[in-house]
């Protein structure tokens, strides 16, 4: 007979065995282990984290809760049909009010002052201000039966010149009337606190080693006891993995390539007056105000083999262009960069930009690949992902077209 956990207790195997396992503590796995107990509160659900706190993507962002700017919208539409568009905002949208509802805008700073894009000069769209006004109005009228009202407006020329901005950089401004900012990191504490609340245990410095489905009614998950000396075995009923970019360390043969993106944040800098979230480049980088302090981040696109990686270091060439482009858009206003880190992001190797959801297998589903909008989709992912784990007829039917084709 082949022995398992070996020098755990007779007592421990109680610890061992659960309902439900999550692998992954950031948004998408904490959601799924809350919509787990949503529907069905007598399970028993264990999460498991890698390392001492969630680190991937959900705490090392910029804080954006984002739906989608003019230009990325206008270029998504050259290779998505207008249905697919209008879903993907869609769910976007629906993600942060969820997220919002769950949470409580207080407890995660959500403020809902708008976000702005910066329209370079030199750009296509900067050249014919008519046409610039034409693609604003299609696209409202286009997204109005999801969000209600007119998405993007552009600025006056006061109000554009009242920012300050560098005219090399930025000769338009583009308001986005839906979106907003939030504090990750109370966004995680307080979605680790309402897990808790309601059952779920959550492991901490557990990298799973790998994981085996049966083919009929468990699943096994190892992860290594330093203790001991050797792996253990967590049981459960099924499998959720919401690792993300990380995703290839546990399952081969998927569509899911790393994406690190680079952030710097300077010191508080004296009567800095600015509200609200800004990007330029169709999102490629994207900069706010934080406790008086300026938040900068992007310029993947300026070394895309460099970043697809899931290593935590730092890209000096990127770096020193976010230096660059923060003295030019805000020209004359002195800092100092007082910390920068990385996070690494999950896409598509080609512009799909559908998450994953899906039964791998008998007992295991996936909910990874979020394209560099965790914080806008994470939270309905999990509660797709948990639906699809506790309904043996769940259909993608019910969901918006964005999510469900050629999953």
Not at 198 to 216: A, R
């Amino acid at each position: 007979m082949e022995k398992t956990n070996q020098n755990t207790s007779y007592w421990e195997k109680s610890l061992l065995s659960y309902d439900y396992l999550v692998i992954g503590s950031g948004i998408v796995g904490l959601s799924t282990s809350i919509s787990i107990k949503e529907k069905s509160p007598n399970s028993s659900v264990l999460v498991l984290e890698r390392e001492v706190i969630p680190t991937g993507a959900s705490g090392k962002n910029a804080g954006f809760s984002c739906i989608g700017s003019l230009t990325e919208v206008l270029d998504d539409l050259k290779t998505m049909s207008e249905k697919d568009v209008v879903s993907l905002v869609e769910t976007r949208y629906k993600g942060l009010q969820l997220l919002r509802k769950r949470l409580g805008d207080h407890n995660i700073d959500y403020k809902q002052n708008g976000s702005y894009e910066l329209i370079d000069p030199k750009s296509d769209f900067a050249k014919d201000k008519k046409a610039l006004l034409k693609h604003i109005e299609e696209i409202n009228d286009l997204l109005k039966p999801v969000l209600k009202g007119d998405a993007f407006s552009l600025c006056s020329e006061e109000e554009t010149a009242s920012f300050k901005f560098s005219p090399k950089i930025c000769k338009y401004l583009i308001k986005n009337n839906f979106e907003g900012e939030i504090d990750t990191g109370k966004m995680l504490r307080h979605y680790t606190d309402l897990a808790i609340s309601w059952g779920v245990h959550i492991k901490t410095g557990c990298k799973v080693m790998e994981y085996k489905d049966d083919g009929v009614g468990s699943v096994s998950v190892k992860v290594f006891n330093h203790t001991l000396g050797q792996p253990i075995e967590f049981i459960g009923k099924k499998l959720a993995i919401c690792t993300n970019a990380f995703t290839k360390e546990l399952v081969k043969d998927i569509d899911v390539v790393p994406g690190r993106g680079q952030v710097i944040i300077t010191n508080p800098i004296p009567n800095l007056h600015l509200q609200g979230i800004y990007h330029f480049d169709e999102g490629y980088y994207y900069f706010r105000e934080k406790d008086g302090c300026i938040l900068f981040g992007g310029g993947r696109n300026l070394d895309f083999e460099g970043e697809r990686t899931t290593e935590f270091k730092s890209n000096k060439k990127i770096l020193k262009k976010l230096d660059e482009l923060l003295k030019e858009i805000i020209p004359g206003v002195p800092y100092t960069i007082q910390q920068n880190w990385s996070g690494i992001m999950a896409f598509s190797s080609t512009k799909d930009k559908k998450p994953i959801i899906n039964q791998h297998s008998k007992n295991v589903y996936l909910g990874v690949r979020m394209g560099g909008m965790g914080v806008a989709i994470g939270s309905v992912v999990g509660k797709i992902l948990s639906d699809m784990m506790l309904d043996d007829h769940f259909s993608m039917n019910t969901h918006p077209s964005f999510l469900r084709s050629k999953l």
